[in-house]
């Protein structure tokens, strides 16, 4: 099992930038690939970003593209999403999540076994 928790979350204005962190417990290891998913208000939940379990592979996005940038450091267990030039159409709760793989970076979120609660993120105009 794995667990995990987001943190980071809060109202900032547009432009402005924002960094969320995942901490991951349990099982967890550079087996596994984690991935960060966001729901805005009456949407459905979407791929933001993903990192392999070894570290070397990353995908995005088009929506985040160049604007967010994953990242994790496997030794304090903890994933990260810096969020820069945010826009309020980036408001949504952001979820970490967890899948087993070493190389491969899934936007399909059958395909993650793991979940955080999730942590609000507000961008104001």
């Known amino acids: 099992q794995v667990q995990l928790v987001e943190s980071g979350g809060g109202l900032v204005q547009a432009g402005g930038s924002l960094r969320l962190s995942c901490s991951a417990s349990?099982?967890?290891?550079?087996?596994?690939?984690m991935g960060w998913f966001r729901q805005a208000p009456g949407k459905e939940r979407e791929f933001a970003a993903a990192?392999?379990?070894?570290?070397?592979?990353?995908n995005y996005a088009d929506s985040v593209k160049g604007r967010f940038t994953i990242s994790r450091d496997n030794v304090k267990r903890t994933l990260y999403l810096q969020m820069n030039s945010l826009k309020p159409e980036d408001t949504a709760i952001y979820y970490c999540?967890?899948?087993?793989?070493?190389?491969?970076?899934?936007?399909?979120?059958?395909?993650?076994?793991?979940w955080g609660q999730g942590t609000q993120v507000t961008v104001s105009s």
């Open positions: 999540a967890a899948y087993y793989g070493v190389i491969r970076t899934p936007s399909n979120e059958h395909e993650y076994d793991s």
């Open positions: 990192i392999s379990g070894n570290g070397r592979n990353t």
């Open positions: 349990g099982r967890i290891s550079s087996l596994y690939g």
